[in-house]
């Protein structure tokens, strides 16, 4: 599928974008293995989290739905998942491989995660390295999927020093810590979102959080819940940016989710002069929520503070998009965790920008964007979702026609994203190939 889009619009109206992906992929993970039955509603009906759903229902957990948003698990507990009959294919889903073995790594039996293409690409040395100090027995070829972990292994806790900020690894070793003999701690060098640990205590598992070391002990039990998804701001940043791109815009993003480990894509919006109110700010299910109105703001370019970056690293596809759009120059440094996502982001999103005419010089760490008039052309999204999305938007301050190929990931974060846009002012169309 492509995405054919006409230059200019206007982003007016409300709507409330799909649920949260990570909280999403951790419902049914925590879900299915607690005790007794969990009840999730806003779950995020995407690719990634449905794989998250097969891995499961493939380990012996009985999981009803989802059916407009709504989950019901049957936990079978910390140690009643079931041996899979085959490899678990957990598809484009890298925080599905990647919390996934940590918690296969205290399992009794062997298994074997994969994905497609693309997440067989992606570096998995990162979970492995401190899930071997744990004792567990992971291998995989030159640290890439398919990953085989054999079962029966003894986890000692350990503590470990993450070296770069990211949430996936962090989840990896404290839910492997669920079986691990004594206490698993983890420092982080800057903070990250902190999904795990909120929806471990409303599982009623205890996390402490003392001096910026995150900490649980083995051995404990996890009691089923009531959660509900608020919309995901990573969802919600492409129109966070194309509201406040499009001259005469004026939008209401209704219970989107503001953790304070995910706001940086606001901070940095706000900083570059965006006009951005939370209203109705309330907490659901542990999980700070709003209501966000965006109206257009001239946008300057900024260095972008180091310390946002891991609050806002999903959302820089868009962000780019907002820099090209400002007057003057943005800097990114301390990106490079951009460089192993679904694809190199950085590289990806500089190649599409110079395709638009959009002045860019690419560091190793990230990227400079001169901010201009922005052209048209044909985007290779390299299957990634959020290059997808971020050059869909684009086309509200292009001077021609924008064509974006290979969107059928879209899917994976953002189901009906095409048809929402549409309803909201994008001059957007899906094609078939």
């Known amino acids: 599928m492509e995405f054919k889009l006409m230059p200019g619009g206007t982003i007016s109206g409300e709507a409330r974008v799909p649920g949260d992906k990570s909280i999403s992929h951790r419902s049914i993970m925590l879900g299915a293995l607690a ?53 678990l294919d957990v598809g484009n889903s890298g925080t599905t491989i990647r919390l996934l073995s940590g918690l296969l790594a205290g399992q009794d039996f062997d298994v074997e995660l994969t994905g497609d293409a693309s997440l067989q690409k992606r570096p998995m040395g990162r979970v492995m390295e401190p899930l071997a100090r744990m004792g567990a027995q992971i291998t995989g070829a030159d640290g890439k999927p398919p990953l085989k972990i054999a079962g029966g292994s003894a986890l000692k806790g350990i503590h470990y020093d993450l070296p770069m900020a990211s949430a996936q690894v962090k989840s990896c070793v404290l839910l492997a810590g669920l079986y691990a003999e004594g206490r698993t701690s983890v420092t982080e ?11 471990l205590r409303g599982f009623g598992y205890e996390v402490k959080n003392s001096n910026g070391v995150i900490s649980l002990a083995g051995g404990g039990q996890l009691q089923g819940a009531e959660i509900d998804v608020p919309a995901d701001i990573s969802s919600a940043a492409f129109f966070l940016v194309a509201a406040s791109i499009a001259p005469g815009s004026d939008l209401l993003l209704t219970h989107v989710g503001i953790n304070p480990t995910r706001i940086g894509v606001i901070n940095i919006l706000t900083l570059m002069g965006a006009d951005i109110q939370l209203k109705h700010e309330r907490e659901v299910g542990g999980e700070p929520v709003a209501d966000i109105r965006v109206r257009y703001a001239p946008l300057k370019g900024i260095e972008i503070p180091e310390d ?37 982001r950085i590289a990806a999103m ?20 001169d901010g201009g008039p922005l052209g048209g052309g044909v ?55």
């Open 35 to 87: 005790e007794g039955t969990t009840r999730v509603s806003g779950f995020l009906e995407g690719e990634d989290a449905l794989a998250t759903v097969a891995a499961f229902r493939a380990m012996g957990v009985r999981i009803e739905g989802p059916e407009d948003g709504e989950v019901e698990i049957h936990g079978v507990g910390l140690h009643g998942l079931k041996a899979p009959a085959r490899a």
């Open 379 to 433: 985007i290779h999204t390299y299957h990634d979702h959020r290059i997808a999305m971020a050059f869909s938007i684009a086309a509200l301050r292009a001077e021609q026609e924008i064509r974006v190929l290979d969107c059928d990931h879209v899917a994976t974060s953002f189901p009906g994203f095409d048809a929402l846009a549409r309803g909201l002012g994008l001059q957007v169309s899906a094609l078939a190939d």
């Open 308 to 344: 946002q970056v891991p609050l806002a690293i999903d959302e820089f596809p868009a962000l780019f998009i907002a820099a090209a759009c400002a007057e003057g120059r943005t800097i990114l440094r301390g990106a490079e965790e951009l460089r192993v996502k679904e694809s190199d």
């Open 189 to 199: 060098p800057a903070p990250t979102r902190d999904h795990t640990e909120r929806m």
């Open 350 to 369: 500089a190649e599409g920008l110079t395709t638009l005419g959009v002045g860019n010089e690419v560091l190793d760490d990230g990227i400079i964007i």
